[in-house]
């Protein structure tokens, strides 16, 4: 007798563990002889380091080791990036700039870690960084992703001419001739905010190197262990089989606790072999706002072009990406806002051309969305507003638009962020749209309810945004 | 964000905690709840060289009547005591009724009154409910005591007439006369966050219902709780009908304040809910005085 | 120069004799002296209920204490409150609402809630989002949360 599963409601297996304060996270690792790291972390935005003076923060009694970019040494290096680079294709610029484990000579992001001390306890290691004497020298800052375009804006990066980090342009089509033909022109300038993703446990990394068995544990709150293991090998000079990476239990991480060979996920492994100690460091919440990464950032000049019947003749889009101070993630977030920007409709021509900007500020990666919710809440803005224009109903608008289930496989011919052609696989998009709005009740309230809430003076609205998530990424292997 | 290290006493007499006052002066702070102590001391933004706990010190815990139908509370008693006190909302429903109001019930399991008036942060309800009452603070010292009227004791942004070497040790309240009506409102993001503005009122009407005593507190709007003295004294001698009621609070909130912008609220919008808030107080405060119901939400 | 100090405190029934510095915050002794990693410490200034515990019955913020304070006193974590084994009401019916996604805020919820149901056993919906607006969860979004409590206090008042 087979059991069906599939519509019933299973309770989770991991619960009863969580509920009884029994799964294991990262700050629930204690290894005999632990020591404990915290950061010295830049005030400023933007400053160059000029001194550091560490004597007064190695003497204190409890402190094991204090290190620096200087006393690192040759095992002091930039990055790795944590997305390949793209490929060189036209209309793309790209500039590499990695983050960096300690600060060498200049601060680019408030909460960037300029020297790490390892002490017995959390408590005295938090007392030496007050301990270090550190002279940083101010430099003007630069903040916003507009004003960090213009000429004169100050250099997040001195040895580029300007704060472009890339630059991308996807056409498809003519928009520029579609748009002479177009009934309506739907224009808009939108900015989206940068936000945080500010899950409950901070980050944290324990490292214990075995000497003996020359075997390196890692526990580490991260989405991907994998990546972590592999890049961490690379970086010490081991083989994969030597080094295990965990994640046990993680309370939340929404995309910044992925891969990102965060500064201190290379230091504390690194500082865990040269002291041969186990090691801990767990992140605060003060270091969660500034050193954790963050995403959404952009500014969007956007526009449709529709005939009177509401038909998308085409969308162009020119937006300003914020990357923060360094680009480790490389495109994959622009590409993903790009790619997302016809929505699920049968658009025939797109015009989308990016700047990614450098800033003062934590590097932005993948945070719940990665790009894509910028891309949709604009073609679904634009669309809404169109339709206001075109009395036609949001809904029947989208109708009218939506890829028909003939035209899958469907090439959008742009790139998306594996570089790889946009295809829609499969879809048969209506029915989903008529059931949505049939769940909810769409026409009755638009109809009955809504006009009657406003007789009473109560303004009540109803939204439905259909949405196509590109999933799938490559590099993929391939038959023959 | 661990505090930095101090020299920890917990004495269980307020003797005993004087003399620690007394010898350490400025290094000492007193710890009462440690419900905004000892964040700040976690973000290392305070760093007192000496801590003195008064948690031990079972004098300073007491909710007492007093003869003349008022009420005396010792400085350390919790705000989850006050909120589940028959004899404060008996006595001082306005206090009582600001409790769930004061941030979370963790909090309130630790915080204290004294605690709370001491920190004298400009958003807190209860500085500006003791001035509305005509609450009294008992200060001590190593070499006696002095009472304070709580209208005085508040002189600037988290700061009070508190001596280094003194100890808030007792608040109270004089008895409420009859035909008195209370109210607080304020408006905050999410229930338990800091006011963006609020506003105690208490009215005391007279056997023809006309006012004859009135106080307008505000908090959130300034440095400390600020008194709308413009707007109370308008209401003097008259009916508070709906039209003078607007009229008082459109002065509160023109005349008797000039709140602050911040990253929370412009000044124009303090002035705004000010204005309404104060309306909605005295509105309530007027039902309340005229006896309709024992104790209106 | 640093002064210790002893403290006894009963933790689940279970009483410890330890030495600490006065600013070791109780968070960190009852997770790392005493090996009790069910509390939880997000922000460390009293803002989230991570940290929440029993402190003689009542719900406190363990990062806003230091563990000199506990002496002489009776503490409840969420390793008192059941096994997995055997569950707690509360624990079962959030097992059973799915109010638990990656349980970080789980422990301090669970806390909170344990004194707000002796004194509210029926409690409505405002009520309960009332008693855990001291408690942060970023994943779940408090729906499920809030039905797992209505569904405990329905189990724990059927067996009484």
């Known amino acids: 007798m087979t059991k069906k599963y599939i519509g019933k409601r299973i309770k989770r297996s991991e619960d009863p563990r969580l509920l009884t304060g029994e799964a294991l996270f990262v700050d629930d690792v204690e290894i005999p002889g632990m020591l404990h790291a915290a950061f010295l972390r830049s005030d400023y935005a933007h400053a160059y380091l000029k001194s550091i003076d560490i004597s007064a923060a190695q003497a204190l009694e409890g402190v094991v080791a204090v290190f620096t970019t200087e006393t690192m040494g040759d095992d002091w290096q930039p990055g790795p990036p944590l997305v390949s680079p793209p490929p060189t294709v036209e209309d793309v610029i790209f500039h590499s700039r990695t983050q960096v484990p300690l600060v060498k000579d200049k601060v680019r992001h408030v909460g960037e870690p300029i020297a790490i001390v390892i002490a017995e306890n959390r408590y005295i290691a938090e007392d030496a960084v007050d301990d270090i004497v550190v002279d940083l020298e101010p430099l003007d800052v630069v903040v916003d992703i507009e004003k960090a375009m213009q000429p004169d804006a100050p250099l997040v990066h001195d040895d580029l001419d300007s704060n472009l980090a890339a630059h991308i342009k996807q056409e498809k089509g003519d928009y520029a001739a579609i748009r002479e033909a177009a009934d309506l022109i739907i224009k808009r300038r939108i900015v989206i905010d940068r936000g945080a993703a500010a899950a409950m446990e901070n980050r944290g990394v324990v490292a214990q190197w075995d000497a003996k068995s020359q075997h390196l544990t890692v526990w580490d709150t991260t989405q991907a262990p994998i990546p972590i293991r592999n890049g961490l090998a690379a970086r010490l000079d081991l083989s994969e089989h030597q080094v295990r990476v965990i994640a046990p239990f993680i309370g939340g991480a929404f995309g910044p606790k992925m891969m990102m060979f965060y500064p201190e996920e290379m230091l504390i492994p690194w500082v865990s072999i040269k002291l041969d100690r186990p090691v801990k460091w767990i992140e605060d919440r003060y270091e969660n706002f500034y050193a954790t990464t963050q995403e959404r950032g952009q500014v969007h000049d956007a526009e449709m072009a529709l005939t009177y019947d509401g038909r998308i003749l085409g969308v162009s889009d020119v937006f300003l990406h914020d990357s923060g101070a360094y680009d480790p993630y490389g495109l994959t977030i622009p590409l993903n806002t790009q790619c997302h920007m016809m929505g699920p409709y049968d658009v025939a021509n797109y015009y989308s051309e990016s700047k990614v900007v450098f800033t003062n500020k934590i590097i932005t990666t993948p945070v719940r969305g990665a790009g894509r919710p910028q891309g949709i809440f604009i073609v679904e803005r634009l669309l809404d507003l169109a339709a206001r224009e075109l009395g036609i109903d949001p809904i029947e608008i989208r109708m009218r638009n939506l890829i028909p289930p003939d035209a899958f496989p469907y090439e959008h011919k742009i790139i998306d962020q594996a570089f790889a052609p946009l295809i829609f696989d499969s879809g048969n998009y209506k029915p989903v749209l008529e059931k949505a709005a049939d769940m909810i009740g769409y026409d009755q309230f638009v109809k009955d309810e809504q006009p009657r809430l406003r007789a009473e003076g109560r303004h009540v609205g109803i939204g439905i945004v259909p949405f196509i998530e590109t999933t799938g990424v490559g590099p993929y292997e391939e038959p023959g | 964000m661990k505090p930095p290290p101090f020299e920890y006493y917990a004495p269980t007499s307020v003797e005993e905690a004087l003399a620690h006052l007394s010898e350490h002066g400025y290094d000492a702070k007193a710890l009462a709840g440690g419900q905004s102590l000892i964040p700040t001391m976690n973000f290392r933004l305070a760093q007192p060289s000496v801590l003195v706990d008064l948690n031990n010190i079972s004098e300073l815990f007491f909710i007492r009547p007093d003869e003349n139908g008022g009420l005396r509370l010792g400085a350390m008693t919790r705000h989850s005591q006050v909120e589940r006190s028959s004899l404060i909302s008996e006595r001082a429903p306005l206090i009582y009724e600001a409790m769930p109001k004061i941030a979370t019930p963790q909090i309130r399991s630790r915080g204290t009154f004294g605690g709370s008036i001491a920190h004298a942060d400009p958003s807190a309800e209860l500085g500006a409910i003791s001035i509305a009452l005509g609450g009294r603070l008992r200060l001590q010292n190593q070499t006696g005591e002095r009472w304070v009227p709580a209208n005085e004791f508040f002189i600037g942004m988290f700061t009070t007439l508190i001596e280094p070497d003194e100890l808030l040790v007792e608040a109270s309240f004089p008895n409420m006369p009859p035909r008195t009506g209370w109210a607080l409102q304020e408006v905050a993001r999410r229930p338990h966050d800091f006011a963006l503005v609020g506003v105690a009122a208490v009215v005391t009407l007279d056997n023809n219902n006309l006012c004859k005593k009135a106080r307008i507190v505000f908090l959130s709007v300034g440095d400390g709780p600020v008194e709308a003295h413009q707007a109370a004294e308008a209401l003097i001698g008259q009916t508070l009908t709906p039209e003078i009621i607007h009229a008082a609070a459109e002065m509160a909130a023109t005349a008797d304040i000039d709140p602050g912008s911040d990253i929370h609220a412009s000044a124009e919008y303090r002035r705004s809910l000010a204005g309404v808030l104060t309306r909605r107080a005295l509105e309530v405060a007027f039902k309340r005085a005229k006896g309709s119901s024992k104790f209106d939400k | ?160």
């Open chain 3, 1 to 160: 120069m640093r002064h210790f100090f002893d403290v006894s405190v009963t933790v689940n029934g279970t009483r410890y004799e330890r030495t600490v510095e006065p600013r070791l915050l109780l968070s960190d002794f009852l997770r790392h002296d005493l090996g009790l990693t069910g509390t939880h410490v997000s922000c460390e200034h009293g803002v989230c209920g991570s940290c929440t515990i029993l402190f003689d019955g009542q719900p406190v913020r363990s990062c806003l204490m230091l563990a000199v304070q506990a002496n002489g006193h009776e503490i409840l974590t969420v390793e008192g409150l059941g096994t997995s084994d055997d569950l707690h009401p509360l624990q079962e019916a959030f097992w059973e609402a799915h109010s638990v996604q990656c349980g970080f805020c789980t422990p301090g919820i669970l806390m909170t809630l344990v004194p707000f149901l002796e004194e509210n056993p029926n409690p409505n919906e405002e009520e309960i989002r009332a008693a855990i607006s001291g408690n942060l969860c970023r994943c779940t979004g408090y729906q499920h949360i809030v039905d797992g409590v209505k569904l405990a206090a329905k189990k724990m008042s059927a067996s009484l």
